[in-house]
């Protein structure tokens, strides 16, 4: 019976074979055509008008790393989107934030959601931090004759290493280039604000209701200088994401508790619009 389905049903006997632990590699043998990379794209003259998303930001604390993004997608000049989510989880104990081309970014996780749980299956345990930091740059890298038409995804990857027991958070270039940032991070258009914001918030010793606040501060102030970066929009009841990765995994703060500190920020901020003020020295 098996034989007989290997020759004449509905799969070729390669999808029966075990493989590569990648499922990007399996695509890529038997199918290229389906990786975003490989999409010829139609000819078009002057720019592409796509949805864009930033801004993107991560803070390490003592118990692990928050990661967390506004709410606002862009398309020239125009706000194309008020509620789009940029935060996900990749497994259990890992997330990604996405800023650049929409579209392209949320189909990139979901293939790095897939690329995580089939080596889990194939493998039979879990890839460590690393190789998943590792594997979604080989993922930007395919992606990078989009990119150079104007079509790039630059996210922001965190999660707990269950090896070293701590948060950890990995930054990426259009070309697939990966670099660990210590402390906290930033993507997305408005994240030299953001960055700047974080500079002065940062505190190693934080707990995690500390880092939240910390990375919802990031975003005011980015919003409050870059026109593609949305605040806490509270007439409508539109907070950004916020996650956090440790040692029990993956958990997304409830809508009730952004709201709950995204208030409070604002109540204070109507005192001091600029936000909190660090020490000289």
């Given at each position: 019976?098996?034989a007989?389905?290997?020759?004449?049903?509905?799969?070729?006997?390669?999808?029966?074979?075990?493989?590569?632990?990648?499922?990007?590699?399996?695509?890529?043998?038997?199918?290229?055509?389906?990786?975003?990379?490989?999409?010829?794209?139609?000819?078009?003259?002057?720019?592409?008008?796509?949805?864009?998303?930033?801004?993107?930001?991560?803070?390490?604390?003592?118990?692990?790393?928050?990661?967390?993004?506004?709410?606002?997608?862009?398309?020239?000049n125009?706000?194309?989107?008020?509620?789009?989510?940029?935060?996900?989880?990749?497994?259990?104990?890992?997330?990604?934030?996405?800023?650049?081309?929409?579209?392209?970014?949320?189909?990139?996780?979901?293939?790095?959601q897939?690329e995580?749980?089939?080596?889990?299956?194939?493998?039979?345990?879990?890839?460590?931090?690393?190789?998943?930091?590792?594997?979604?740059?080989?993922?930007?890298r395919?992606?990078?004759?989009?990119?150079?038409?104007?079509?790039?995804?630059?996210?922001?990857?965190?999660?707990?290493?269950?090896?070293?027991?701590?948060?950890?958070i990995?930054?990426?270039?259009?070309?697939?280039?990966?670099?660990?940032?210590?402390?906290?991070?930033?993507?997305?258009?408005?994240?030299?604000?953001?960055?700047?914001?974080?500079?002065?918030?940062?505190?190693?010793?934080?707990?995690?209701e500390?880092?939240?606040?910390?990375?919802?501060q990031?975003?005011?102030?980015?919003?409050?200088?870059?026109?593609?970066?949305?605040?806490p929009?509270?007439?409508?009841?539109?907070?950004p994401?916020?996650?956090?990765?440790?040692?029990?995994?993956?958990?997304?703060?409830?809508?009730?508790?952004?709201?709950?500190?995204?208030?409070?920020?604002?109540?204070?901020?109507?005192?001091?619009?600029?936000?909190?003020?660090?020490?000289?020295?």
């Amino acid at each position: 019976m098996e034989a007989n389905t290997r020759s004449t049903g509905r799969l070729p006997a390669a999808f029966l074979t075990p493989g590569s632990s990648s499922f990007m590699d399996f695509l890529g043998d038997h199918s290229p055509e389906l990786l975003p990379g490989n999409r010829p794209l139609p000819p078009v003259q002057g720019a592409i008008e796509a949805p864009h998303g930033t801004t993107i930001v991560a803070v390490t604390f003592s118990g692990g790393v928050v990661l967390a993004g506004d709410r606002r997608a862009t398309m020239g000049n125009v706000i194309a989107q008020r509620d789009i989510e940029k935060v996900f989880p990749a497994d259990e104990f890992s997330a990604v934030g996405i800023a650049g081309t929409a579209g392209i970014a949320v189909e990139m996780v979901k293939l790095f959601q897939l690329e995580l749980e089939h080596f889990e299956k194939v493998e039979g345990t879990v890839l460590s931090l690393e190789g998943k930091a590792n594997r979604l740059s080989t993922m930007i890298r395919g992606n990078l004759g989009m990119a150079m038409q104007g079509l790039a995804v630059v996210p922001l990857f965190a999660g707990w290493d269950v090896d070293r027991e701590k948060g950890r958070i990995f930054s990426y270039d259009v070309t697939g280039g990966r670099s660990e940032e210590r402390g906290f991070a930033a993507t997305g258009s408005g994240s030299m604000f953001a960055r700047g914001a974080l500079k002065k918030l940062y505190r190693e010793d934080s707990t995690e209701e500390q880092a939240a606040t910390a990375v919802l501060q990031a975003l005011y102030d980015a919003a409050d200088d870059d026109s593609a970066t949305g605040g806490p929009d509270l007439a409508r009841r539109i907070y950004p994401i916020i996650t956090s990765l440790t040692e029990d995994g993956f958990k997304r703060f409830s809508e009730d508790e952004v709201s709950e500190l995204a208030r409070a920020i604002h109540e204070r901020r109507l005192e001091e619009p600029d936000g909190p003020r660090a020490a000289l020295l």
